[in-house]
Structures are given as structure tokens and as C-alpha cells.
């Protein structure tokens, strides 16, 4: 059957800095009978990136706290409503709470977005081909609210290997019209499509995408091709 | 092997208003030796749809036209740059040039977005249950563009059988916490992935997404769950 095959890697468990992700993704991709083949696409969860990355602080749980992280992630805030914040944040990233993610509290800890995520996806290629010597490419995921729609979707926030903007521009239709627009932001297609298998509880960071088409592949990065440029943008 | 299958029904011919949608679509999935299953669901792009509803009008290719088409098609203009418009569809989408779609021009036709793409989809499923007795969920997508972030991406405009939705509030992670958020848009995580597989250039106007959890079966449409009341909006 020809298409797009995605599917989660189960069993990983709990991730703390300096773990090797590829070695966890490996083995754990490893013990449910699957392999990663050449062409292959690894989606990566922005939080356990970040907790290899060592992007975890304390945190004391109180609404101050909270905001004074967010404050530190930020270099600027857009909107405020109670203490939600519409931040931008050092990567050029619009979202909620710049990223800081809470849901640790319990611990006394928070996650913070990783440094680079595109040069940690980059990381995560180089290391799978040095150790099984194999192409695939990596996206590392966040997740995103947007302005005018509800509900939150999955987005790339680091890539490597894979044009995250496919140029449609100058391509014909079926009946060899010229098409209008347009840039497909294939990237964040694809983030959202893995966390169709992920899901929130399952302790699953990352999945497998096999089948992507072989002009997806090639260079760029979430920072070049999707970050948007203010002087680009009619809403900020 | 788990996970989530998607993939093309190729070779759909050109679309004319009238036509039953659900017959040229089981017509070509099956003359590609293909069936439609139970808790599958279909994806739709919206403009044949809007094609098969006779929503095309003649277009003169001239600027003021295009202009006049986006301003019928709006009940508001958040912003203006150039012969872009941002703006607010009576169905409360907020998108670019009211989803006027001019791709179409040398014919001297724009095809405009369908009425009631959630009634458009409750039609396609109820027609597929009438005919082949099988129960699947239908989404109908568009491509919009993003604020803050290069490309544009497939969304769901309309939908039947499937939460769009999915509420993760309240549910605990792999490790028992509470987690925050989260409300997912799965329908426009899967109009994204199905675009993955669709292309612009195929004449491939349906995709079939297997593999969905059982969980993201059940009520609800685009309209009533993501579109985004003025309310609720932070950048309105």
C-alpha cells in the first residue's frame, strides 16, 4: 500500500539530562520489532529534548515564579490575559508562556524550550547515521496554540534533513495551469500528523513517518524557512 | 505494524457542479483496488466540494474583480497589504482573500469556499453509509496561512463524525500528574497530514486516513468547536 506510514515508538522511559536520545530511541524502537530505514522522518518531543539538553530549573509553583520564567524566555510579550502570556521568545517562536512548560510542577521543577532545537535535530540525524548508518531526517516538536482557531496543534520547532517549506511556486496543476501561491509548510504537516500517534499520556516522545515524498527531503531549518520575520508579519 | 496509514485516491477527474462526490470518489479508490472501512476517515479538499455545490463564479482576471469577490465573500477585513486581504468568512474563519480561490483564472472562473463545509461533510458520510453501508468520518480542508509562521498549511473547514477536538484536560500522564492544557485540533492535524499525501499538482482532491484512534470517533464540527469566537481572541 502506497502513502504515508506513522506510527509511535512505545516504551520509553523517563529522560534526564546527558541521556543519549538516540540510544533510547533506538532501543526502544529496537524492542517492538521495528528498525529505521533510510528515508525514514523521526519526530522528537521538544521535552525530552530539552531534559537531555539539561533545559530543566526549579520552580516553586507560585504565579510569580511562573512568570518571572516566562519573562526569562521571552524577549517580548504580546498580549497579556491573567497569566497567559503571548510571548515571542529568543528563537523567534510565537506561542503561549514562552514555551515553559509547567505540567512538571509537581516535581518543583519546569521544562524550558531547548536552546537550538534545530541543531539538536541536526544532532539527532548525525548520531542515528553514525550508529546505524542510515539517512533519515528529524523534526523536533512543540506544541502551539493559534490566533483564530481553538485548540492547540503540534508544530516543528527544529528540523534537519527535510525542506521544512515545500515551494509549490511555478508547478502546474493537472490540467497544466499555473498554480497560485504557494509554500507548504510541510515542517509542521508533519508534526502534527505524528501527534495524531503520540498522544498526551502515553510517555511516547517520539514516532516514525515512512513514506514522506523524496523531494521532502534536503536542507533548511525552522529558524530560516518558518521563522517569520517581523517586518513579514501584518500581526505584531 | 501500528500506527496511522494515509493515502491518495489518485485519478478524479475534473469536477463539475452536480456531481455525487461519494461516487466519484469510492469509483476511483476502488479502481485503485481499494475499499473503505469502518472508522476510516475520508479527507475532502475543499474546492471540489465548492465545485460540486456550484460555488464558481466568473472572474474577469482583473484586480478590481478579485477585490469585489474578497469583500462578497467577507463580513470583515482585519488587514490589507497590497492586493492581500486578511479576513473574516461568514463562517468565522479568518484567512486570506476570504478563501477566494483564483487558481482557476485562465478559465475565467474563482471558485469560492463551500456555504456550510460541516454540512458538506455530514452529506459526504451520510451518502457513504447510504451506499456502502460503512460508517467513516469526513473532514473538509482549505489551506490557510499562518500569523508568525512562514507556509501555509491544510485545515479542516468542515467535519463529520469526529470530535475535532479532543479534550486531554483532566487526563494524567505516563507518571500520573495532572496534565495542563490540553485541547488538541486533531482535524486540523490530520487536513495537515492528509496534505502530506496530496500534493497540489495530482488531481488528487480525497485522501483516506486509517488507523485513528477510537477515541477521536463522535460529534461535533468545525464550526461549533475551532472557530475561534471574536470573544475569545487575543488578535481582533
Do not use: C, Y
Amino acid at each position: 500500500m502506497n502513502g504515508l506510514h506513522i506510527f509511535a515508538v512505545v516504551g520509553v522511559g523517563p529522560v534526564q539530562q546527558g541521556d543519549d536520545l538516540v540510544e533510547l530511541f533506538l532501543k526502544a524502537l529496537e524492542e517492538q520489532g521495528e528498525k529505521v530505514l533510510a528515508n525514514d522522518l523521526v519526530v522528537v518531543t521538544s521535552k525530552v529534548v530539552a531534559k537531555s539538553e539539561g533545559r530543566v530549573v526549579s520552580f516553586d509553583g507560585s504565579e510569580a515564579h511562573k512568570l518571572d520564567l516566562i519573562e526569562q524566555e521571552s524577549v517580548r510579550v504580546l498580549r497579556r490575559r491573567g497569566s497567559l502570556r503571548i510571548t515571542e521568545t529568543p528563537h523567534g517562536f510565537i506561542n503561549a508562556n514562552a514555551g515553559v512548560d509547567l505540567s512538571n510542577t509537581s516535581d518543583g521543577t519546569a521544562v524550558l524550550l531547548p536552546t537550538d532545537p534545530d541543531r539538536s535535530a541536526r544532532r539527532f540525524r548525525a548520531d542515528l547515521r553514525r550508529v546505524r548508518n542510515v539517512d533519515v531526517a528529524v523534526i523536533v516538536t512543540d506544541t502551539f496554540g493559534r490566533v483564530w482557531r481553538e485548540g492547540v496543534t503540534d508544530v516543528a520547532i527544529g528540523s534537519a534533513g527535510i525542506r521544512p517549506i515545500l515551494d509549490l511556486r511555478g508547478t502546474h496543476d493537472a490540467n497544466g495551469r499555473l498554480l497560485e501561491a504557494t509554500e507548504v509548510a510541510i515542517a509542521d504537516e508533519i508534526a502534527g500528523a505524528a501527534n495524531l500517534v503520540l498522544g498526551k499520556a502515553l510517555g511516547t516522545p517520539f514516532a516514525v513517518v515512512r513514506g514522506l515524498d523524496q523531494s521532502f527531503f534536503g536542507e533548511g531549518s525552522v529558524r530560516e524557512n518558518i521563522v517569520r520575520s517581523a517586518n513579514d508579519d501584518l500581526f505584531r
